[in-house]
């Protein structure tokens, strides 16, 4: 164990803490290693709170599953408008109330789901597991705030000691491809969750995170019931089912009946699910909230694209990963890698019979080259007979049969020759895993050897790996479970399957995740500051002409004195001002002839008595296109770069030769770096100075015209590129 690394950590903690993690060493309950995954687990519990209370708005870099990729966003949750917001390239895509979140579920490695009231999931991916913590976090409060009607403030916050309800010590069953086995967690019982910490990890995996898990009870599909024998229980959620035990070192030195300790969990868990569900209901006005299938995107793959992936693989393992799903899932889940270092849950449903085995492809002799498949879609059968179909006779239609197969022969995609093992050769890493793994590696024209002098390559152009293969690489990261189990493998690498082989590669390289993000980071960082520079001297240029006209404030003058003459006549009281946002009402007051509406009278006005201001526009050419940007965006994207780039210095750091012996491609991979860095920090504060520009015009416009200063750019700007479109229109109907 490394001494000052442990001593940094129980440095960290109260001493009532370390007493307390050190009696469960006396009694034998948790081992050093143990002890020392317990420690950690403290201070990130800690240190993530600690962090949070510094700023109300929240804003992490996620991706999100469409159209068969994974894009990348911005998620922000904003505390002062109780709003989670999906920003992609400064643009609001989506927005949802704190009152529509209705639980967070944890999945494996990085991935992530929100659950709302009324709307699909979002399934999402964290850039980092430290990014995953701290999202869980704070919906965690969302959640509790929404449940237990909480005062909002409170959300973000740092959870008292007290919010630990109940915990201990308890073994979670943990299936893989060939065994079960036990693995220690310790278990918290909170308000709205039960936080599963595992500690029972070997002491090989020094340098990873605590791995964490959450149950979450607020979604009121949440249950607990007793199992056979007195110390175990099971909790079932929508689609899982996990199954504690209380551990043997627990039973020994506990004196009380281990069926006490098993009636304390199974009381406190149902107790907790039984008031979150009468508080999970729907709130009004969130109550049968539906919205169209476009609001939503699709993430279904193809039945025919599946079916592909899994003959690449083999017959043998798909059948098996076939008849190991007993509910149907995502197709993104089944495109994603199973983690086994978070628990592993059984399926809650009873296991369906084994589908047939998939038909054995077409034998082909070795000189026979196979084309690709053209995934049409086929007629029923019962509507061949009557349809155009079936008269038809393909076989009467000559084609060049060598012009096809030249043009759309497979090419040979083994990753290097003489390698390709049996269907039923024994592989290390989970099933599931290993199946999604494999297909990728069938493109990965690379061999394991290679990888590590990759990672010190920056640019793709350069000999480096691409940003998919990178991206793709980032979710196949070995967890600490797969590095015990490859670090305890003594045989040599050529006799494991391929993917056990990458797997094990990647086991030996240090700080590859960080290496990963590193290199992705690198890349995407100019590109995304390219993009935003436009956007946001757009906005500035679009605030500067908003402030500076003169026309513009005349006309909403006009528009004042028309509206308070109306009103006055209509027995109500006059107006000193009015929000922008009553512009676009102007073409809906109609009056006796149904095509003359307020802005038709507005129009006239204004060629009666100031017809100079009909052009009033030509002071707002940044107002021509309706916006599609926001500051609010915007801003938040330039927040998520500077954080990426304290992240690649920090991994800098991390990765750079502590030793003078460092190889020439160490040396040169450092310096570009170095340099890389510094010409970002550059242009970055060049950039975040404009985006300070942005939002202190903005805050003046605000005030100008006496709107909220939390109302966003997309609205103001939206509601005035409006207006303009739609006067135009009137004057070419008023004066033709």
């Not at 310790?186 to 791995?211: F, H, M, S, W």
Request: proline share 5%.
């Amino acid at each position: 164990m490394d001494n000052t690394r442990t001593q940094d950590t129980f440095s960290q903690l109260s001493q009532e803490k370390i007493l307390k993690i050190m009696n469960m060493v006396k009694n034998k309950e948790v081992s050093i290693e143990g002890a020392l995954h317990l420690a950690q687990k403290e201070v990130y519990t800690e240190k993530d709170p600690q962090d949070l209370l510094t700023g109300s708005q929240f804003n992490f870099s996620i991706y999100k599953y469409k159209h068969y990729r994974w894009q990348k966003r911005i998620l922000q949750i904003d505390f002062n408008t109780k709003t989670i917001f999906n920003i992609e390239k400064g643009i609001i895509k989506k927005q949802f109330p704190f009152s529509q979140v209705k639980a967070c579920e944890d999945t494996e490695r990085r991935r992530f789901s929100i659950v709302f009231h009324g709307r699909q999931d979002y399934e999402l991916e964290a850039v980092s597991l430290d990014d995953k913590r701290k999202i869980m976090y704070l919906l965690s409060r969302v959640i509790q705030s929404n449940s237990y009607k909480r005062p909002a403030e409170s959300c973000s916050g740092r959870p008292v000691e007290d919010d630990v309800i109940h915990e201990g010590l308890l073994d979670l069953q943990q299936n893989t491809c060939t065994s079960t086995e036990w693995v220690k967690y310790l278990v918290q019982l909170r308000e709205g969750e039960l936080a599963l910490y595992c500690i029972g990890l070997g002491g090989k995996n020094k340098t990873a995170d605590p791995v964490t898990n959450t149950i979450n009870l607020s979604d009121g599909n949440v249950s607990v019931s007793k199992e056979n024998g007195c110390s175990t229980f099971s909790v079932q959620t929508k689609g899982h089912n996990y199954l504690f035990r209380i551990p043997f070192t627990v039973q020994k030195n506990r004196t009380e009946d281990v069926s006490k300790l098993q009636n304390e969990w199974v009381s406190l868990i149902e107790r907790y699910c039984q008031l979150c569900k009468g508080a999970s209901l729907p709130q009004e006005g969130s109550q049968g909230c539906t919205s169209s299938e476009a609001d939503y995107e699709d993430v279904t793959v193809p039945l025919n694209e599946q079916k592909e992936e899994a003959l690449h693989f083999g017959v043998s393992s798909a059948t098996t990963s076939l008849n190991k799903s007993s509910d149907p899932q995502p197709a993104e889940e089944e495109a994603a890698p199973a983690s086994p270092s978070l628990p592993l849950p059984m399926s809650k449903a009873e296991v369906p019979p084994a589908p047939p085995a998939l038909p054995q492809p077409c034998s082909l002799s070795p000189s026979t080259k196979r084309t690709k498949a053209f995934h049409w879609d086929v007629v029923p059968c019962d509507k061949i007979q009557k349809s155009v179909w079936g008269s038809c006779d393909p076989c009467k239609k000559k084609i060049d049969v060598s012009r096809l197969c030249n043009q759309f022969q497979i090419q040979d995609t083994a990753v290097f020759s003489g390698n390709e093992p049996s269907v039923n050769q024994h592989i290390i890493l989970d099933q599931k895993v290993a199946h999604n793994f494999n297909i990728f590696l069938k493109s990965f024209r690379i061999k394991p050897s290679e990888l590590k002098e990759k990672l010190y390559i920056i640019h793709e152009e350069s000999g480096g790996l691409t940003d998919e293969q990178i991206t793709t690489l980032r979710r196949y990261m070995p967890t600490p479970k797969d590095a015990e189990r490859y670090q305890s493998f003594k045989g040599s690498p050529s006799e494991l399957h391929v993917v056990d082989q990458f797997m094990l590669e990647m086991c030996k390289i240090p700080h590859l995740s960080q290496r990963l993000d590193l290199l992705l980071t690198v890349r995407e960082l100019p590109v995304s500051m390219r993009d935003l520079e436009p956007l946001i001297n757009q906005k500035i240029q679009a605030s500067k002409q908003l402030q500076s006209s003169q026309k513009f404030v005349a006309v909403l003058e006009y528009i004042l004195a028309i509206g308070n003459h109306l009103n006055e006549k209509a027995g109500k009281d006059k107006a000193k001002g009015f929000r922008l946002s009553s512009l676009t009402k102007l073409p809906l007051l109609r009056g006796k002839e149904r095509t003359f509406t307020l802005l038709h009278a507005l129009v006239e006005q204004i060629f009666l008595h100031e017809p100079d201001l009909a052009k009033f526009s030509q002071e707002l050419t940044e107002f021509e296109a309706v916006p599609d940007a926001s500051m609010k965006g915007l801003s938040a994207e330039v927040d998520v770069l500077k954080k990426e780039l304290e992240n690649v210095i920090q991994c800098r750091r991390l990765i750079k030769p502590k030793t003078t012996k460092a190889t020439p491609q160490e040396s040169q991979f450092c310096r570009e770096l170095k340099d890389l860095i510094q010409k970002y920090e550059g242009d970055l504060s060049q950039l975040s100075k404009r985006c300070d520009e942005m939002k202190k015009l903005y805050s003046n416009i605000l005030v100008k015209f006496g709107e909220p200063q939390d109302l966003d750019s997309q609205e103001l700007f939206g509601w005035i590129s409006s207006f303009i479109s739609e006067f135009r229109k009137a004057c070419a109907e008023v004066m033709p």
